[in-house]
Nanobody, 115 residues
């Protein structure tokens, strides 16, 4: 059973960049679509971007043009490059399959963007 471990978060000023990594404990080849989710305080966890094994990519409007998702099946890792960060991007970021599988959740990585 795959377990995801997210890393790369931190504190950054508005306009800055971070690169998140999501390393899987097993092969991600069998997971057709993997997504990055985030959960801000008081909000539900939301899917913000996804990438299929075939390379199809989706973003929610709030991150489109600023975030870039990619996956490396050979390294069993999914990345999220986040540029032009805004205070409203502050959240805990997670990765999981799409649709989500509750058994896959990791601890997430905290991203805090100061104004």
């Amino acid at each position: 059973q795959v377990q995801f471990v997210e890393s790369g978060g931190g504190l950054v000023q508005a306009g800055g960049s971070l690169r998140l990594s999501c390393a899987a404990s097993g092969s991600i080849v069998s997971i057709p679509v993997i997504g990055w989710y985030r959960q801000a305080p008081g909000n539900q966890r939301e899917l913000i971007s996804s990438v299929s094994s075939g390379g199809r990519i989706n973003y929610v409007d709030s991150v489109k043009g600023r975030f870039t998702i990619s996956r490396d099946n050979a390294k069993n890792t999914v990345y999220l490059q986040m540029n032009s960060l805004k205070p409203e991007d502050t959240a805990v970021y997670y990765c999981n399959g799409v649709p989500r599988n509750n058994a896959f959740w990791g601890q997430g990585t905290q991203v805090t963007v100061s104004s």
